[in-house]
Every structure is written in C-alpha cells, then in structure tokens.
C-alpha cells in the first residue's frame, strides 16, 4: 500500500470532464484531503481548484507526480520532473510507454507504472 500522506501530489490530465479517471483521480484525493494540484490542458478552474499548464507554473515542488495522459505526453512530463528533480512518478495504467519509464527510472525518479495509485493508496 503507497501512504501519500504529508505529499505534495501533482495529478497531470485533470480534465472538467466528470467521466475521465484525470477529474475521478483529482477529485477523489481531493475529497481524501491530500495535498493536491492539477495540471491539465483545460486551464481555468476544475473542482473550485486552479489547474496548471504544466508542473512548473505550480510555483513549488510536487512530492509525486500522476500522470492520467497519454504515453507520449507523459514521456514529456518525465522531462519536465527530471529538470525540477521530481523524485518519484506514478503513471497510471495507460499512460506509460517503455521510453518514459526507462528516461523516469535512469534519471533516479521512483517510478511505478502499471498499477492504479487509488487502490494502492486504499481510497478505491
């Protein structure tokens, strides 16, 4: 079981749509209340939170980094943590490609794929 209490958690593809797991994800770590910011390509505000166009605009480090994206936009998202030294990446079922997770895991960042963090972390 992965404990994200006490972790700045970054969900990348938060989306408005309430059908998508980037909003179920967002929402529900939210409503768990975690510590937790969105980036998605809809900017403005999802779930009276402001969402971000990328990591980097959040204006502080992220613990964890979701990612609820295609795999050639998470392989994107995996060079934007190793510039700000994000340690650790989750990528949702997927959202992973062989590219990211060997870029993610040969930069140092922790990096599991493969497995959904909600259950893992008990909230699902």
Known sequence: ???????????????????????????????????????????????????????????????????VIPPLVTEKIVEEAIKLGIDEIWMQPGSESKTAIERAMGAGIKTTSNRCIMVDAGIW
């Open 1 to 67: 079981m992965v404990n994200l209490k006490g972790k700045k958690i970054v969900v990348v593809g938060v989306s408005k749509s309430p059908e998508k797991f980037g909003h179920k994800i967002f929402r529900d770590l939210l409503q768990s209340g975690f510590d937790v910011k969105g980036v998605g390509k809809e900017k403005g505000i999802i779930l009276q939170q402001r969402i971000y166009s990328s990591i980097g605009k959040i204006g502080e480090k992220a613990d964890i980094i979701i990612t």
